[in-house]
Nanobody, 126 residues
Framework: VQLQASGGGLVQPGGSLRLSCATA????????MGWFRETPGKERAFVAA????????NYDHSVKGRFTISRDTAKNTMYLQMNSVRPEDTAVYYC????????????????????WGQGTLVTVSS
């Protein structure tokens, strides 16, 4: 499975941005998808995850209520809708996937994911 992230850029605080992650290859076999983010000097951090069939989602507490993970199976693409962004949301965002159907408590562990996109930079600044 190949993942290609896009949609990053500069956005003002309080604004919105939608990240996309196009999948190719055996995307029909994906069990769980996720988004992580990374800032200099810090470990890659969990943002959001969902079953590929959309049956359940979960979010880090820092983005819950502001970000939404979704997917369009017809386009083999997953999304991260980011609303009410804050300067602390500035990071490189990575999409990830695994064939495993992870339970909620396992989805925040980056080691559970087998496939990663290249990252897209989101900068929140006025």
């Amino acid at each position: 499975v190949q993942l290609q992230a896009s949609g990053g850029g500069l956005v003002q605080p309080g604004g919105s941005l939608r990240l996309s992650c196009a999948t190719a290859g055996r995307s029909f076999s994906i069990g769980t998808m996720g988004w992580f983010r990374e800032t200099p000097g810090k470990e890659r951090a969990f943002v959001a995850a969902a079953r590929w069939d959309g049956s359940s989602t979960n979010y880090d507490h820092s983005v819950k209520g502001r970000f939404t993970i979704s997917r369009d199976t017809a386009k083999n693409t997953m999304y991260l809708q980011m609303n009410s962004v804050r300067p602390e949301d500035t990071a490189v965002y990575y999409c990830a996937a695994t064939m495993k159907r992870l339970i909620t408590s396992s989805r925040s562990a980056s080691a559970q994911y087998d496939y990663w996109g290249q990252g897209t930079l989101v900068t929140v600044s006025s």
